[in-house]
Nanobody, 120 residues
Framework: QVQVLESGGGLVQAGGSLRLSCEASGNIFRINTMGWYRQAPGKQRELVATITGSGILNYADSVKGRFTISGDKSKNMVTLQMNSLKPEDTAVYYC??????????????WGQGTQVTVSS
């Protein structure tokens, strides 16, 4: 089994900062990609930022220059530093993990979601 545990989030004023962390644990052989997606009310879930096991970064255009994703391979952990937050960043943020289990099966896992609210 694999668990994906998120932390961080909360309420912040526009222009402020928040940090999200996510750790994957369990029967993991290798992490291929970890990152964050978000879903605002009435909207589809969308990519925020991801990082591959080889360190390749991918950001949504809407967060480039404001958000920074980093990874710690030794802990199977990713962190999303969110600066210059805007009200439109308000959403539930979900940690995503694509990995190979110890049985070499490729699987996708999601965290339970954490609320980020940016007030104007």
């Amino acid at each position: 089994q694999v668990q994906v545990l998120e932390s961080g989030g909360g309420l912040v004023q526009a222009g402020g900062s928040l940090r999200l962390s996510c750790e994957a644990s369990g029967n993991i052989f290798r992490i291929n990609t970890m990152g964050w997606y978000r879903q605002a009310p009435g909207k589809q879930r969308e990519l925020v930022a991801t990082i591959t096991g080889s360190g390749i970064l991918n950001y949504a255009d809407s967060v480039k220059g404001r958000f920074t994703i980093s990874g710690d391979k030794s802990k199977n952990m990713v962190t999303l530093q969110m600066n210059s937050l805007k009200p439109e960043d308000t959403a539930v943020y979900y940690c995503y993990c694509n990995l190979q289990t110890v049985f070499l099966a490729e699987r996708n896992y999601w965290g339970q979601g954490t609320q980020v609210t940016v007030s104007s």
